[in-house]
């Protein structure tokens, strides 16, 4: 049967007797007769046996068309005592560091497709995964390294007599260092927004995560790293003649990470795919450190500035994804208030200019001429306005100004109190706005409104004594409008 390469079918003894016969006449084949023209089907029916040696069932000889593609494939494994590093990567930044960094401590490179192609650029010896698994890449890239040949080398634990007893029965050997990181999914589907459905499911990563995670769960003998920015650092380790779980542990870690944050992008924009509910029953979401700030809300305090990574488009997250063009370092403080600043300014459709203090609006204005608006909004509360953060989102000007406020008054008398002094002798027909409806209106906040002068008052209204301001309000000539709407913001 070893001798024949028919496509008709075969039975196979599955004794182990004959399996162990069958192991020993492929142990002790030489690869350059594989290749011959007599045995096309050799080195590929050998592996399929391997996988069926107790079975206990028939099997069949591969098709004729199978038989000419996998001869092309020529298993190899190292050595016992050889080191591998596999290696593959999208983001090819600093391969060539990497691969001549490995190549030069004595490491056998084992690589995929455009990254073996790039080392072999470089002038770096590569194996590709093919001459490993005896099986060539298919399905349009879909199927490259999950094969037991690769995962195998990966997974077995050094310490366990049986899992190296197993990788020397199959001619599999392990990997000392992994090397990976995935398909571009932030960059080609979350961030672009328009991308065809399609086109997405394709740009989700199968491999390269099943790869990580089996190198992070065996970090102990195996190294994984999916950062280029430890490239230097790992190169470092290997160089050293002591080994350090801690090293291993972080850098496992961070495999982890990678991939949970890659995933939870993946079913973030499954989920807006599907148009289902708002609020999706597990929510994830993939945050990256952007920064880390000189101290927290206090000086005692410590911070730091995550952002969410699916939002990769400038404006697409506020403050978020915002280029800051000058300026010291911001605090934590400060993107407090210019996220406050962010929302404020983002409500208003027409150009308008907001100055926030502490979170709190202390000038608004809108119009057509910036500086003006600018003057309009400081002149609300000039003292507050001072360290301010001011916000634009258009050149704006005149009228359509906050004239004052009183925020962050348990007192709603007081609150309107605050707000009128700071408006002054501009409060003559201009209009007050409440984010919570007035409880009463006689000898209360309305009434006080309107006897300053107040032209118009907007509220949400639901009080069960909202006719009292409507009666309140036509006493004086003031417009009464109930938005329907209660919006805090705490």
């Known amino acids: 049967m070893l001798g024949t390469a028919a496509s008709s079918a075969a039975t196979i003894p599955t004794t182990a007797q004959t399996a162990n016969s069958i192991r020993r006449a492929f142990q002790t084949t030489t690869f350059d007769s594989l290749s011959s023209s007599r045995h096309p089907i050799l080195c590929a029916r050998f592996h399929f046996l391997s996988l069926r040696f107790f079975s206990n069932v028939s099997t069949k000889a591969m098709s004729h068309s199978q038989t000419l593609h996998a001869s092309n494939y020529h298993p190899q494994s190292s050595a ?5 590093a596999l290696i593959s990567l999208s983001d090819k930044k600093e391969l060539t560091l990497l691969g001549n960094g490995l190549q030069e401590l004595g490491y056998t490179i084992v690589s995929t497709g455009g990254t073996a192609s790039a080392l072999e650029n470089a002038g770096v010896s590569v194996t590709k995964v093919e001459q490993l698994t005896c099986f060539p890449e298919m399905l349009d890239g879909r199927v490259k390294t ?103 542990r972080k850098l496992a870690w961070k495999a982890f990470e990678h991939v949970a944050s890659y995933d939870s992008a993946v079913s973030e924009w499954l989920w807006k795919q599907t148009g289902g509910d708002k609020f999706p029953p597990k929510l994830t979401v993939p945050l990256s450190l952007k920064s880390s700030l000189r101290y927290g809300e206090n000086p005692h305090q410590k911070a730091a500035f995550y952002v969410d990574k699916s939002l990769s488009e400038v404006n697409a997250g506020g403050i978020a994804t915002a280029i800051q063009h000058h300026g010291k370092e911001m605090s934590y403080n400060n993107y407090l208030d210019a996220d406050a600043a962010w929302n404020c300014v983002s409500e208003f459709r027409n150009p308008t200019c907001v100055i926030v203090k502490h979170t709190n609006p202390c000038g608004v204005a809108s119009g057509d001429d910036i500086l003006e608006a600018y003057r309009l909004a400081v002149k609300a509360d000039p003292v ?69 002068g107040i032209g118009v008052i907007a509220e949400p209204g639901g009080s069960i004594r909202d006719g009292d301001a409507v009666d309140c309000c036509n006493k004086y000539g003031v417009s009464l409008l109930f938005t329907k709407v209660r919006h805090f913001r705490h």
């Open 80 to 84: 016992p005592g050889n080191k591998q």
């Open 146 to 248: 999950v094969h037991p040949n690769i995962h195998g080398g990966i997974l077995a634990r050094r310490d366990q007599k049986h899992h190296m007893e197993a990788l020397n029965e199959h001619g599999i050997g392990t990997f000392d260092v992994v090397v990976v990181n995935l398909y571009p999914f932030y960059d080609k589907v979350t961030s672009t927004g328009g991308i065809a459905f399609d086109d997405g499911i394709e740009n989700i990563d199968i491999g390269g995560p099943a790869m990580v995670r089996a190198a992070a769960k065996n970090h102990k003998d195996v190294l994984v790293v999916v950062d280029s920015q430890d490239y230097p650092a790992l190169l470092e380790f290997l160089k050293g003649s002591q080994d350090d779980q801690q090293f291993r």
């Open 384 to 452: 507050s306005a001072f360290g301010g953060i001011v916000a634009f989102n258009i050149e704006v000007d005149d009228d359509n100004r906050m004239l004052g406020m009183g925020s962050g008054q348990p007192n709603r008398l007081e609150s309107l109190r605050i707000a009128l002094r700071k408006a002054g002798d501009e409060v003559k027909g201009a209009a007050l706005a409440s984010d919570a409806f007035f409880p009463f209106a006689w000898k209360d906040a309305v009434e006080e409104a309107c006897e300053s």
